[in-house]
């Protein structure tokens, strides 16, 4: 299993970001995948998931309405877009495969991480 984040980066707040999350040594279209992020001095936290087919998504009520989601099974990729960026949206952000098809799913593999950085 290998998942490589990229899309992270320096941003003004307010403004936006697209992660993408490519996958590739398993199946993708058979696993959920989510995107989690972690903050200097924090834990790490869910930001969003979505089921296998891509037919339903979850979402962090700190990101809802501002983050959005979404997969491509014939790239074998997951992206996060990220709107209305704040300064508390800081982290490094990280993309999972979760253990089966369903967004509750824990996760068990992860990328590397990708540092978005929300400053003036």
């Known amino acids: 299993v290998q998942l490589v984040e990229s899309g992270g980066g320096l941003v003004q707040p307010g403004g936006s970001l697209r992660l993408s999350c490519a996958a590739s040594g398993f199946t993708f279209s058979s696993y959920a995948m989510s995107w989690y992020r972690q903050a200097p001095g924090k834990e790490r936290e869910l930001v969003a998931a979505?089921?296998?087919?891509?037919?339903?998504?979850n979402y962090a009520d700190s990101v809802k309405g501002r983050f959005t989601i979404s997969r491509d099974n014939a790239k074998n990729t997951v992206y996060l877009q990220m709107n209305s960026l704040k300064p508390e949206d800081t982290a490094t952000y990280y993309c999972?495969?979760?253990?089966?098809?369903?967004?509750?799913?824990?996760?068990?593999?992860w990328g590397q991480g990708t540092l978005v950085t929300v400053s003036a």
């Open positions: 999972a495969r979760a253990r089966n098809w369903y967004w509750r799913a824990p996760p068990e593999a």
């Open positions: 979505i089921t296998s087919a891509g037919g339903s998504t």
